[in-house]
């Protein structure tokens, strides 16, 4: 087995290969999506290694630094059948790697059952627990509570990066937005700017709710936002049934959303709508 970093966009191609086997086998994706879609960009975002087999490519970790300083982000994609015998090789080089870079810390994701075993045994920990939920649709109408409801449209980003912002006060991924953060998200080929529903209370936006229609039947509330001046009104669980109702309409039979395991009030919020919890991603930390 030998482990090299990623010649990229060389690999490229039987990279793609293996996530696609991955995610065949895992019924998911390896990778979340802006750290696959940083390696089919013109400049890859982060750093990555490659573990091969006789020639062939058979497993992969991405890392990057992340919004927080000297902390690094990784995941790890291996082939099945190679499974158990990558992952430490993979980890160990961006350990290395990183601790060359100064780094202090690393988070690691897990996707997978027994995708813990070899973090644990180098001395990771698990710091924080991620919920998918899943609801069959449709589900109930939203309640008119007064709001206009309507798609995205230019012109729509200021107020929209306000409440966002606002919301997600102190939220590394998902807070402290600017213009090219929306401009990103934007650029994915799933994007509808009608698949941003929101709900205006005159000229102030109160909230949103981000749909994303995944292949097939499952759509996903990708991202969802309440002002919080306008909390306690029942937003937050209109915005959600909007989005629902506008993932059923275009084809969903099923949806789902995810929700930190800290966050209880979302957590309950979610299952008087109807949401089952489906499984759970862990992120797993280590200090350098």
Sequence with gaps: MLVRPLKHPVDLPELIALLDRCELHDERPSLSEHKFASLTAERLSGDGFVAEDDGNLAGYVHFLESKRPRTYELEVAVDPPYRGRME?????????????????????????????????????SLEKTLHQMRIPLPAPEPANVGLDLRGFTAGDEEAMLYV??????????????????????????????????????????????????????????????????????????????????????????????????????????????????HHSDLAFGLQL
């Design 164 to 277: 966002n912002n606002r919301a997600f006060e102190g939220h590394l991924e998902a807070g402290n937005w600017g213009l090219r953060d929306l401009r990103d998200r934007q650029a994915y080929d799933w994007y509808d700017p009608d698949g941003i529903r929101m709900l205006w209370s005159g000229d102030d936006l109160a909230a949103f709710c981000w749909t994303k229609q995944h292949p097939g039947h499952l759509g996903e509330i990708y991202l969802i936002a309440v002002d919080p001046d306008m909390r306690g009104r029942g937003f937050g669980r209109t915005a959600a049934l909007e989005g629902l109702r506008h993932l059923h309409l275009h084809g969903s039979t099923e949806g789902m959303l995810y929700v930190d395991g800290a966050n209880d009030p979302a957590w309950q919020l979610y299952q008087r709508i109807g949401f089952a919890r």
């Design 88 to 124: 430490e090789p993979l980890l160990r080089a961006a350990l290395e790697h990183v601790r060359d870079r100064g780094g202090e810390r690393l988070v690691a994701w897990v996707y997978q059952v027994g995708g813990e075993q070899s973090l644990e045994r180098l001395g990771f």
